[in-house]
């Protein structure tokens, strides 16, 4: 079996019900999510073994996340308990026009404090096939950038394939900042995966003739700055998600990949997701998509449809992580989005 290992920070998510306001608020619903552990649960519920290594303090809440993890089959062996506290995000939840907007409360968690020496990643990596990192954990401190760029010198000393979700995070960092650790960590990176705006304000390709606030894709402008990366970075595949937003519950959903020795790109069958149940999570469904398909052997196209079909189908799931079957998806994938009841 494959063995997919992701690095990140896991966060209690507190979130308003039924789209009320935060100031509306008296109670919340409590999961836990993060960019990282999202990708390897949905991994582990298509079949691999997946491994999610981070920090958590050594207290009752550091063990409800690794719970969280554990329900879903994801390891947690390499978890190092440590530091004060668990990071914290607060989601209110949008609607129509009215955008969803998110709280941190990261500051200080264990994963920004901790060092490098409190993982062995010879060991982690020792027969892992795979790693993948978002531009979220680099975001996060200076030492949890320093331990992602650790994390993958070791990664590529062992040979795994590595991809990356640029996820560019304004609430957390500045572009210029951005720019400066991110590209320096691109040396590592086999599968570059983003959309428009992290292409832009972390690696500085922006898209030609393309506007998605105004539902404005130039396809042709994904090509040209998929090949631009291509040939600064030597990616692999270069990959992103196309998200034309009408409003809060209702956005266009496509992508697009190329190869980057073939130089061959594709753009994905789209779908029209109405009503939007969450979008958090939706690109790091998207991310565990395209790995999916690429340790299954697919083709890039192949990869992509399936990837752009797991990712709608956790637009209607309440959560950060996509609760969906690898048949399920393949459902989707054959043309059937009926949302029949199946008996």
């Not at 590592?188 to 599968?191: E, N, P, Q, R």
């Not at 809060?248 to 697009?256: K, R, T």
């Given at each position: 079996m494959k063995r997919i290992v992701t690095l990140g920070e896991i966060m209690l998510r507190l979130s308003t019900p039924n789209n009320e306001r935060l100031i509306q608020a008296d109670e919340f619903d409590v999961c836990y999510g993060g960019g990282e552990a999202n990708v390897a649960v949905s991994l582990a519920n298509y079949g691999y073994d997946a491994e999610f290594v981070t920090a958590l303090?050594?207290?009752q809440m550091g063990d409800c996340a690794i719970a969280a993890l554990r329900k879903y089959g994801v390891s947690t062996k390499h978890i190092a308990r440590c530091g004060d506290r668990i990071g914290i995000y607060y989601l209110e939840t949008g609607s129509?026009?009215?955008?969803?907007?998110?709280?941190y409360d990261r500051a200080g968690s264990s994963i920004a404090t901790v060092g490098a020496d409190a993982f062995d990643f010879d060991e982690i990596f020792a027969d892992a096939d795979f790693f993948h990192f978002t531009g979220i954990t680099p975001a996060i401190s200076d030492s949890a950038a320093e331990l992602t760029k650790a994390a993958l010198i070791a990664a590529k000393k062992h040979g795994v394939t590595v991809s990356v979700d640029l996820n560019f995070r304004k609430k957390l960092w500045s572009s210029e900042?951005?720019?400066?650790?991110?590209?320096?960590?691109m040396q590592?990176?086999?599968?570059c995966i983003g959309n428009e705006e992290d292409a832009e304000?972390?690696?500085?390709f922006k898209a030609?003739?393309?506007?998605?606030?105004?539902g404005e894709l130039n396809l042709k402008g994904y090509e040209e700055i998929f090949n631009a990366m291509a040939d600064r970075f030597g990616f692999k595949y270069i990959v992103s998600s196309l998200r034309q937003s009408v409003s809060?519950?209702?956005?266009?959903?496509?992508?697009?990949i190329m190869d980057g020795k073939t130089r061959k790109f594709y753009h994905s069958r789209a779908y029209t997701i109405t009503p939007i149940v969450d979008r958090v999570g939706g690109g790091d469904s998207f991310a565990a998509g395209v790995i999916c398909g690429m340790?299954?052997?697919?083709?890039m196209e192949e990869a992509l449809e399936f990837a752009v079909a797991a990712s709608a189908l956790k637009h209607t799931i309440p959560g950060d992580f996509n609760h969906v079957s690898r048949e399920e998806v393949e459902t989707l994938v054959g043309g059937d989005g009926s949302g029949r009841v199946q008996r």
């Open positions: 303090p050594k207290h129509a026009m009215r955008p969803s907007n998110v709280i900042k951005a720019k400066k650790v991110m590209t320096d960590l590592y990176v086999d599968i304000k972390v690696l500085g030609s003739d393309s506007d998605v606030t105004k809060a519950s209702n956005n266009g959903w496509s992508a697009c340790l299954d052997g697919k083709s």
